[in-house]
């Protein structure tokens, strides 16, 4: 287990200070950067291999890239008619297999993503120790109840896109030896109604066991959201250990998102990782139990006015994350 970064600005400066900070691995948070990304999505090996070895001499490793299948509201999505089922999914779906063999040729290990229609819905933000702000949501605050473009998306709906997607495409991950590591449904919202419409069936430990058991392979997995997993939950304390527990068990976890929660299913703020419901000292024990082997990132850190960038909100969840590794390393 090690402490990584989430960047989409790789300037030598924002380098600089990550390994300062001692990250030593980072998930490269867009292809369009670097010119990486082509005009028709493909990706330029060429680019990708600048990158990392640009990377490199800052004596950080390019651990993951992010496909453009990002949590963005449909309209605003690169590929948007995989989770729509549209006709465009294809050629879609071709352009992805096309990233991924790019990716291995490139010796880039993993790719992360979503497979999300309505983005990340907040209901706001609440203030928070020293006048920082934490994301909110309350379902009972949440007040447009229309149908999005993609109209009524009921459970088996949604699992027929995501079916239809990683069937064509884990094969070829497994082939190509690049681990996918999708993320979790963040928020998870009532799972009677859904939310405008949409049923977010990765918003349960349950929807992301069946994920998994879709074109089984080892280089199926997470990026276990341990934040979005707490939200999830109706008790965080005790459940969020034994998702960690169960898919680590199955090496499942391909990075983590450490993050913490006060609240929970339908109601919950992000606040820092030492003030939420669940004990990451015991979370980071079970990671460490099963075997995890990867980074474990800060994400959706508090803001703050006097730290505009939230370098300082990031170097604080940075250092306390390295200093519970090195604890829960030397409880051998």
Request: glycine fraction near 10%.
């Amino acid at each position: 287990m090690y402490i990584g970064e989430q960047l989409s600005d790789l300037s030598e400066r924002k380098l600089t200070w990550a390994a300062q900070l001692g990250v030593e691995h980072v998930a490269v948070a867009t292809p369009t950067i670097r010119g990486i990304e082509q005009e028709d999505g493909t990706w330029d090996v060429a680019a990708l291999k600048r990158t990392k070895a640009y990377l490199e001499s800052f004596g950080i490793a390019f651990d993951v890239l992010a496909l453009n299948m990002q949590s963005n509201y449909m309209t605003q999505q690169r590929f948007p008619g995989i989770m729509r089922g549209l006709p465009s999914r294809d050629g879609e779906i071709e352009v992805i297999k096309q990233n991924i063999r790019a990716a291995s040729e490139a010796g880039i290990p993993a790719l992360k993503y979503n497979l999300s229609l309505i983005g990340i819905p907040r209901t706001g933000r609440t203030p928070g120790r020293g006048g920082v702000t934490y994301s909110h949501f309350d379902i009972n605050k949440w007040t447009d109840h229309s149908l999005t473009e993609a109209g009524p998306m009921p459970p088996e709906k949604m699992w027929e896109h995501m079916t239809y997607f990683l069937e064509r495409v884990i094969p070829v991950a497994e082939e190509y030896g690049v681990r996918m590591a999708c993320h979790p449904h963040d928020p998870a919202v009532p799972h009677d109604t859904g939310l405008r419409g949409v049923h977010r069936v990765l918003g349960s430990v349950d929807g992301l066991k069946r994920l998994l058991s879709i074109a089984p392979s080892p280089y199926h997995g997470l990026n276990f959201c341990q934040g979005t997993v707490s939200e999830m939950c109706r008790d965080p304390a005790t459940e969020v250990l034994e998702a960690i527990h169960h898919f680590g068990s199955e090496q499942k976890i391909f990075m983590v998102h450490f993050r913490n929660i006060r609240g929970g299913y339908l109601n919950f703020e992000e606040v820092y990782p030492d003030n939420g419901d669940v004990d990451m000292y015991k979370a980071l024990q079970v990671y460490k139990s099963v075997g995890f082997e990867g980074m474990l990132c800060p994400d959706h850190v508090p803001q703050s006015s006097v730290d505009p960038d939230g370098e300082r909100q990031h170097s604080f969840c940075l250092g306390y994350t390295r200093a519970l590794i090195q604890a829960v390393n030397a409880g051998d």
